[in-house]
């Protein structure tokens, strides 16, 4: 398969990543989601044998019910969240009526992920749809985790700032008391709830800097070279005090040349895009525009499951946007 992506579901008419999966028109309840996102199978740990046909102890492998099909080895004191049961959580914890836009599986089952959209909000003039994202992992790799990635409608941004203070997401791993570890991931509605509060003072506070022309390319300048620092320097320790092979010169060239288009583009949606347009020229306007970039752009390269990836940044949150954010605070 050309993609990570299994099978989804996505809502209100959007083509699902890669053309994998069904477009539904509106959105669906958690009875309707299950089924049409392919996720209606129980993980069943079984028992794993060597080759004398010994059960080896301690541990197990997480097999799908539908097709039988190992999703990964686990230890004995791992333990399951089943697919009907994170249905089950988001509906108990958004309440009754609550519509999913989309839902799915990623590696053939061994992760999967549901995406509901909470009410609609206005804060600091702007009106946000906040939603509610839960992903879980079978095959051990992965924690349980919900966050709350607020969206600005009239673009379609995500704004899931990392604020200092309040947290937009929970996780807990597969040991212990998961069933109690869910019912603490109720206070999820309370953080969610506290998230926005801080979100809209923060929103508050950029839209009062007003930026001018040479600010507003000199905070691109410094998150470009944050970015270029942040990933090109990792794999290039100590880069200032050696000499540089000529494959090293040329992967820096394009590396540079990556970053002037980005450059380009952010610049592009902060002065042309028709939202943007219309506000002022303040750091709020800045943080959307990379927002915009961060969220819609597609990567040049084109990589096989770069959307997917795009997507786990609505739970993790977004590197760009985070130190755009950082960066306006103090301009």
Known sequence: MAANVEWMFSGNNVTPWHGIGEVIKGTLSSEEAIKVARLDWDVVPKPIYDEFGREIPGFKVNQRSSDHKNL?????????????EAFGFTDELLGEGIQYESAGSLASGKRVWLLARMENTMIAEENIDPYLVFTNSHDGTGAVRVAITPVRVVCQNTLNLALASSSR???????????????????????????????????GELK?????????????????????????????????????TFKEIRDQQKFEEKLNRKRNEILTIYYDKPDLRETEHTAFRFVNAVSDYATHTTDHKNTRNYRENLFMKTVDGNNLIDTAYLIAKVA
Do not use: P
């Open 169 to 203: 997401h929970w996780s807990c791993s597969h040991m212990g008391d998961i069933k109690g570890k869910l019912e603490e991931a109720r206070n999820t509605l309370t953080n969610a709830s506290n998230y926005m509060k801080a979100l809209e003072e923060e929103f």
């Open 72 to 84: 990964g080895i686990v230890t004995s004191k791992y333990k399951i969240v089943q697919n009907s």
């Open 208 to 244: 009062l800097k007003k930026v001018s022309e040479d600010q507003v390319r000199q905070m691109t300048e410094i998150l470009l070279k944050k970015e270029f620092e942040q990933i090109y320097n990792k794999a290039n320790k100590d880069i200032d005090n050696k000499i540089l």
